[in-house]
């Protein structure tokens, strides 16, 4: 039982270039999500997909995209990777609870990326 | 919409000292309010959750928070500190579109 895991753990893109972080989870969790962490800023919640097929803006989705095509997938595209993207990226997958709503969420290691 | 502010940014403490980490919510409904604890280079791990019930939670590793609805708070708090507690924490309000405070990083002092 691997958890959450996250595709690669580091990479350094050029401005304009793109790239697809894949996050994968093997505990048959329904929700999934894209975080990314930037110093003094906490986590922000990038796109966040409720179950297969499905997908959801979170805070800050600008210049992202998300697949959800296999429920134990999420991948995250940058289709043009600009310098504000650098950042750490962080996955993370949640069980649906439909009594209480009650929603824990566990996180993957995280991808530091540098756009240059 | 919801926010969390943790007004501490850094904070440090003697091993053994007890510890409060304050946080402070904003969200439109009953809350579900979270703490999360991050070690250098790895990801969150759950301390401790509040969703209804006790106002008072226990969590892992000796840590417990209690909710305040009047002060729109939850505060962090461990009786004694020890130094495997250095890490970042980060408290965090609302369900699937989760919102985290910028986070409190705890020094521990021999």
């Known amino acids: 039982n691997a958890g959450v895991t996250q595709t690669p753990k580091f990479r350094v893109l050029k401005t304009g270039q793109s790239m697809t972080l894949l996050c994968a989870q093997d505990?048959?969790?329904?929700?999934m999500y894209w975080y990314r962490q930037d110093p003094g800023m906490g986590l922000r919640l990038i796109h966040y997909?409720?179950?297969?097929?499905?997908?959801a803006k979170g805070e800050v989705p600008d210049g992202y995209n998300v697949s959800r095509l296999k429920k134990q997938n999420f991948l995250l595209g940058l289709e043009s990777a600009a310098p504000s993207q650098t950042s750490v990226y962080f996955c993370?997958?949640?069980?649906?609870?439909?009594?209480?709503?009650?929603?824990?969420?566990?996180f993957g290691p995280g991808t530091r990326l540098t756009v240059l | 919409a919801q926010s969390v502010t943790q007004p501490d940014i850094h904070i440090t403490v003697s091993e053994g000292a007890s510890l409060e980490l304050r946080c402070n919510y904003s969200y439109g409904a009953t809350p579900y309010l979270f703490w999360y604890v991050q070690s250098p280079g790895q990801g969150l791990q759950l301390l401790l959750k509040y969703f209804s019930g006790d106002t008072l939670v226990q969590g892992i590793k000796g840590f417990e928070a209690e909710f305040k609805r009047s002060q729109s708070s939850f505060n962090l708090r461990k009786p004694s500190v020890h130094w495997s507690d250095a890490a970042e924490y980060f408290c965090?309000?609302?369900?699937?579109?989760?919102?985290f405070g910028a986070g409190t990083r705890l020094t521990v002092k021999p």
């Open positions: 505990m048959n969790h329904e929700y």
């Open positions: 997909s409720v179950g297969e097929g499905t997908t």
């Open positions: 965090a309000v609302g369900n699937n579109d989760m919102r």
């Open positions: 993370a997958s949640s069980l649906l609870s439909s009594g209480s709503s009650y929603n824990e969420q566990f």
